[in-house]
């Protein structure tokens, strides 16, 4: 009998071409940053409140992942981002190729970094590395703080985490020290932050994060 | 050259053993409930709710999907229902073969209803029929009154949507006709209830109408 695992097909398939676009990422001279989240974690407002501070900055553009509509890459027009729409049509993930494809569609030789906001989804986006610099996630108060008991994998691929809308962290009885240690199992590294990006509060410390994080990458060249 | 669906295979697989269920579920007379939702939109609070309700009037069995953890079907054993928990390990939905595996391992001649706490994922569970009499979804107040211009699918293949967590409706700014608007377009008949299974408001009215739905199914035989 011939056995094919075509799950561990599709991921081979998927690293060779996440270690092209790494490659692209280097020679263009740009930082991936690949952002996932659960639906309504808050990624397009905290996205919006990023560029807001780090466009003094840097150059930026978007990678806008749906399954269907446009309504999140026309909010990053209209801040004047270049942005470019992948709608999957029910795909549950972004993979390599719809990145490398998008990344053709952006002007790579002026940007510092290239913003991709993933589907909506915390289990199958966490499988697919994108070739990003930094792979991170949002996790929103509302959902809870037991999240990476459910969902490890997404917490144990990412570099950073944001904790969002903690404006109201006193309504949910949020616990991040519950939080801080189901991740430390799972990934001792995870850099963790809290931000509201409705209010503000957090973000300078997130963007002077990510602004070493970019500056680094530049440096090593 | 030959060309293979997997995907439509897969779907069609499904769909017969979906049809096995329902069989089963006439049979025995029970009524099968299927819960999807996001990550962290209060499923399992919500379901605490309405059993504490329910069980007045039904014998009720919960099947509990996860990726990994029993934490939540340990909160179910601990309110005195027979419980299955299915571990995916990975895959990020349940299908039909692996609801009739947990059933078989149900007292399903005593049952008046079996709950199912689908995986927390607003995409690839809404592609899988499991033969519920019920499919239903819960989106929390937090997640925002768009998502269904973004999983279309979910909001179409349901027959009852639960908005949950309204004691923060203030908060975050929802605005409830924009749902009802956009869910309309996609699904006319989709009954739309608002609860905060926390504070007890709506769960009432809701229990109502899944008792009537429960005794019609009954009456029927």
Known sequence: MEYIDLKECILADNAGVADQVRELARSKGFFLWNIMSSPGAGKTTFILSAIERLSKEFKIGVIEGDIESTVDAEKMQRCGVPTVQLRTGGDCHLDAPMIMKALERLPLEELDIVIIENIGNLVCPAE????????????????????????????????????TKIDCAQLFDFNFEALALNTRRLNPDLKIFKVSAKEGAGMDEFCQYLSNEVKEKIKRG
Chains 1, 2 share one sequence.
């Open 128 to 163: 697919f590395d994108l070739g990003a610099d930094l792979p991170s996630m949002l996790l929103s108060v509302p959902e809870g703080d037991d999240k990476a008991l459910k969902y490890p994998l997404m917490f144990s691929v990412c570099k950073a985490l944001v904790v």
